[in-house]
């Protein structure tokens, strides 16, 4: 029954699937489902598994928006399919067996191979947190997704991925698959995830070489902190093409020491282009702070055909060209998690800001206000 410009609010209580399928809201008046105001995160949806099922699933649909619901017990937390204009805000996802929010293309159940209708677009995943994900398999245990990865042609696009804490994730925090393109990933907080390959961010990279679109991916004031190892090398950020911009990101306390890295397979001529400066990486490890070029990602083939612009970052070893700092160039403290009082990461905030590193005063007012696109 819910049409353009419905408001449909739960109140507290525990709620079956949450299945919102072909409805059509507008801009100027979008369907709302959100918690009874001054409930929030007490309504709670869930498949009654961590095996099977969906919390919530929106499936192409237009213009329906998600405010302050608690989706938990469920293989996947939510899923938005071949949906246009979405908005998730302020969710909590917590204890799935897989992962925690999927933005994608449908595909047909039981037929993975077969899309049932476009891609997603212009969807916002913001404000949310997300914790315990990957419980049943850890390895699908993403903490936001977006893309297809077995199936190539999901050019899911314009999503913006801001201001969320992953914390706990058991795979990648925020993976974006490489047909997919256009997305912001801005002012996000993962902490104490694990994963046995990739990264904390993990952005377009290769399973197989072919022809991929120009990305366009944003990846701007995230922190990232003690993100450990279940198998292969991981990082903080990887990177596997472009056209990418990284900066302003505080990674720190990596497993192995890697806290940004690029892969060494760009197969496209088109999405080559990779930008990584005014970074903050403090990391221990033998393995350098910035890794160019660095691992095949199980693919066995090797290309270093990225190009790749490193400036004005700053380490804790001064790799890749970049500037080697010292523990009193930050207001600290620099240790454990790094809070000065105002959230993990503030203490790495220089004492005089100029321009390196995330200016976290900036990403703070942000993430208590609104999340501007």
């Not at 903490?143 to 999901?154: A, C, H, K, M």
């Not at 999503?159 to 393109?181: C, F, G, Q």
Request: proline residues 3%.
């Amino acid at each position: 029954m819910a049409r353009s410009g419905d408001v449909v609010c739960f109140d507290a209580g525990t709620y079956p699937t949450l299945e919102i399928a072909n409805r059509t809201g507008t801009a100027a008046g979008p369907i709302v489902f959100r918690t009874v105001p001054g409930g929030e995160l007490k309504a709670t949806f869930t498949s009654g598994s961590l095996k099977h099922g969906h919390s919530v699933r929106v499936d192409r649909s237009e213009h329906v928006h998600l405010y302050d619901l608690r989706l938990t017990s469920s293989q996947t937390g939510i899923e938005v399919g071949s949906s246009g204009y979405a908005r998730l805000d302020g969710l909590l996802v917590e204890r799935v067996g897989q992962a925690a929010i999927k933005i994608h293309r449908t595909v047909a159940a039981g037929d993975e191979q077969r899309f049932l209708g476009p891609a997603a677009h212009h969807c916002d995943v913001v404000r949310n947190t997300i914790r315990d994900t990957g419980r049943v398999t850890p390895r699908y245990g993403e903490g936001i997704y977006v893309g297809t990865g077995g199936l190539q042609g999901d050019d899911t696009h314009d999503v913006y991925v801001a201001y969320n804490h992953l914390d706990a994730v058991r795979a990648e925090a925020i993976e974006i698959k490489r047909h997919s393109h256009d997305v912001i990933v801005r002012g996000n907080l993962v902490t104490s995830g694990s994963h046995e390959f990739h990264a904390a961010i993990t952005v377009a990279v290769q399973a197989k070489p072919d022809s991929v679109p120009n990305g366009h991916y944003l990846i701007e004031d995230n922190r990232i902190y003690n993100y450990a190892s279940t198998g292969d090398s991981v990082a903080g950020i990887t990177i596997g093409h472009g056209d990418t911009v990284v900066r302003n990101n505080v990674v720190w306390a990596i497993d192995g020491g890697r806290g940004i890295r690029t892969t060494t397979t760009f197969a496209s001529a088109s999405a080559r282009e990779v930008v990584i400066e005014h970074n903050t990486i403090w990391t221990s490890g033998a393995a350098p702070s910035i890794a160019l070029d660095d691992g095949d990602e199980r693919t066995g083939i090797t290309d270093h055909l990225g190009h790749v612009t490193v400036r004005d970052n700053v380490t804790s070893d001064g790799a890749a060209g970049s500037i080697r700092g010292a523990s009193d160039d930050f207001v600290g403290p620099i240790e454990g998690s790094a809070d000065a009082g105002q959230g993990p990461g503030t203490g790495f905030r220089a004492k005089r800001y100029a321009g390196l590193g995330a200016d976290l005063d900036v990403v703070i007012k942000r993430s208590a206000g609104a999340a501007p696109r």
